[in-house]
T-cell receptor, first 114, second 112 residues
Framework: SQTIHQWPATLVQPVGSPLSLECTVE??????LYWYRQAAGRGLQLLFY??????ISSEVPQNLSASRPQDRQFILSSKKLLLSDSGFYLC?????????????FGPGTRLTVL | GESVGLHLPTLSVQEGDNSIINCAYS??????FIWYKQESGKGPQFIID?????DKRQGQRVTVLLNKTVKHLSLQIAATQPGDSAVYFC???????????FGPGTRLSVLP
């Protein structure tokens, strides 16, 4: 069966510090991968998605970036965090190809920027 | 495709009653819809999906209704239980693409 991991689960970082969040998927090959941000009490905002190694599409211009160095690894980064980067970050995957494929979400990382 | 940043609407229901959670979607070309349940501090979990060529789909205790004329989606939960308390999101897939657009969510609170 497939599983998706995210770490860390919780992170508190000062403004201006760098960020690296990692997501890995097990049990599937060549998945679509996604990064979402969820502000407190709000819906999900798609940040990045990837259909393959090294292929990243950005949905929202910001000071975040994403990379996919391996097939089942997706990394969210920032060189300098802003207060507005606080939120709940969710990684998700879906089967590539096919017609109707749901997205499966990881447990999330709660980021607080102080 | 950005979710609207609004305070979450809340639906309070008595335990054992039926719940109906509504969602208005935005793109008439959306071909696939999903309902997710998100418990506090966790990632969203798949509940049920429906394709645009269907009007109704039933699962265990849940039913999704799709009205394409008015671009409306609803989730019905029968005999609501305390474990159903969570935030529920609808998601629409835009025109056979890879991405989903999520609604703002509705918080379901089950009263004893």
């Amino acid at each position: 069966s497939q599983t998706i991991h995210q770490w860390p689960a919780t992170l508190v970082q000062p403004v201006g510090s760098p960020l690296s969040l990692e997501c890995t998927v097990e049990g599937t090959s060549n998945p679509n991968l996604y990064w979402y941000r969820q502000a407190a009490g709000r819906g999900l905002q798609l940040l990045f998605y990837s259909v393959g190694i090294g292929q990243i599409s950005s949905e929202v211009p910001q000071n975040l970036s994403a990379s996919r160095p391996q097939d089942r690894q997706f990394i969210l980064s920032s060189k300098k965090l802003l207060l507005s980067d606080s939120g709940f970050y969710l990684c998700a995957w879906s089967v590539q190809g096919g017609s109707y494929n749901e997205q499966f979400f990881g447990p999330g990382t709660r980021l607080t920027v102080l | 495709g950005e979710s609207v940043g609004l305070h979450l609407p809340t639906l309070s229901v008595q335990e054992g009653d039926n719940s109906i959670i509504n969602c208005a979607y935005s793109n008439s070309a959306s071909d696939y819809f999903i309902w997710y349940k998100q418990e506090s501090g966790k990632g969203p979990q798949f509940i049920i999906d429906i394709r645009s060529n269907m009007d109704k789909r039933q699962g265990q205790r849940v039913t999704v209704l799709l009205n394409k004329t008015v671009k409306h989606l609803s989730l019905q939960i029968a005999a609501t239980q305390p474990g159903d308390s969570a935030v529920y999101f609808c998601a629409e897939r835009w025109d056979y693409g890879q991405n989903f657009v999520f609604g703002p969510g509705t918080r379901l609170s089950v009263l004893p």
